[in-house]
C-alpha cells in the first residue's frame, strides 16, 4: 500500500511541474512577465520546470512499476498518469486561467476517464 501512495504522490507531484512548464510560460505572458522573451528563453525556462518533472515522474515509474516490485504495470502507470494529468492541468486552469470555465463535456470526457482507469484494473484472464 505504502508503493502505491507514494507512486502516485510522485506522479501528481511531476504532473504539477510539467503543467507548469507546458502551460506556465502563457500565464506569464499575460501577465506581462514574459511578454518580450524570445521564444528560445521561454524554451529553456519550460525545459528547466520539465526537469524538475523528471525528476519525480523517472521515480514514480520505477518504483510503482510491478517488475521492480511495485503494484501496477506499465498499462496502469499509464492510465493512471493520465487521469492525474488532466485533474492536475484542470485545477490550474480553472485557478490560473480565469477565463478558462469547465463545461459539462469537460466533466462526461473525465468519466470517460475515470472508466479507462477501471478497465485497466480489470483482471485480464492469464
Aim: charge should be positive.
Amino acid at each position: 500500500m505504502k508503493t502505491t501512495i507514494v507512486t502516485i504522490l510522485l506522479l501528481i507531484i511531476s504532473n504539477v511541474f510539467m503543467t507548469f512548464a507546458w502551460y506556465g510560460h502563457l500565464k506569464l505572458q499575460n501577465t506581462g512577465i514574459s511578454k518580450n522573451w524570445p521564444l528560445f528563453v521561454v524554451i529553456l525556462v519550460s525545459w528547466g520546470i520539465a526537469l524538475l518533472e523528471y525528476c519525480f515522474m523517472i521515480p514514480a515509474n520505477r518504483i510503482g512499476y510491478q517488475e521492480n516490485g511495485g503494484p501496477f504495470s506499465l498499462f496502469q502507470l499509464k492510465v493512471i498518469q493520465e487521469v492525474i494529468t488532466l485533474t492536475v492541468f484542470t485545477i490550474v486552469a480553472m485557478f490560473l486561467f480565469s477565463g478558462e470555465k469547465l463545461h459539462w463535456n469537460h466533466i462526461a470526457a473525465f468519466i470517460c476517464l475515470v472508466g479507462a482507469v477501471c478497465f485497466v484494473f480489470l483482471p485480464t484472464g492469464k
